[in-house]
């Protein structure tokens, strides 16, 4: 069983229409962007989850079966892009080799109590079912 593997896209960056009850939420007028709501909502970046880069670190997994038996899983770090301008953030993209190591040791960190061994290979993280 897959839990909490993250997020794998945020797009309320690169949206071009919000409700009128968003911005009237941060006190913004009729002419506010949704630019102008990201900026309010998360002050340009300090607060929520635009600030804390682990949210920008995720995963994807594979299934791999044999017949009808789950046989082993292929978990891809990815970067969500916490660094990149606003326009480029939320697109997921396979993390490098530091960041895809840092993930798959949070994550075979916290799968061990479960018993399940992850093994790295090439930025990739193997489970053998």
Do not use: N
Not at 8 to 32: S, V
Not at 56 to 82: K, N
């Amino acid at each position: 069983m897959l839990h909490g593997i993250g997020t794998f896209i945020f797009q309320i960056e690169t949206m071009k229409f919000l409700p009128a009850e968003a911005y009237q939420r941060y006190g913004l007028g009729d002419r506010a962007t949704p630019a102008d709501f990201i900026s309010a909502r998360y002050q340009d970046g300090t607060r929520g989850h635009a600030a804390d880069p682990l949210q920008w670190e995720q995963m994807f997994a594979t299934c791999e079966f044999v017949g009808e038996s789950l046989a082993g899983l292929r978990l891809y770090p990815i970067d969500l892009g916490h660094q990149r301008p606003r326009t480029g953030r939320g697109r997921p993209m396979l993390a490098d080799q530091v960041m895809a190591d840092r993930i798959l040791a949070g994550v075979a960190r916290r799968s061990a109590k479960y018993g399940t061994r992850i093994e790295r290979q090439d930025g990739i993280g193997l489970v053998q079912v």
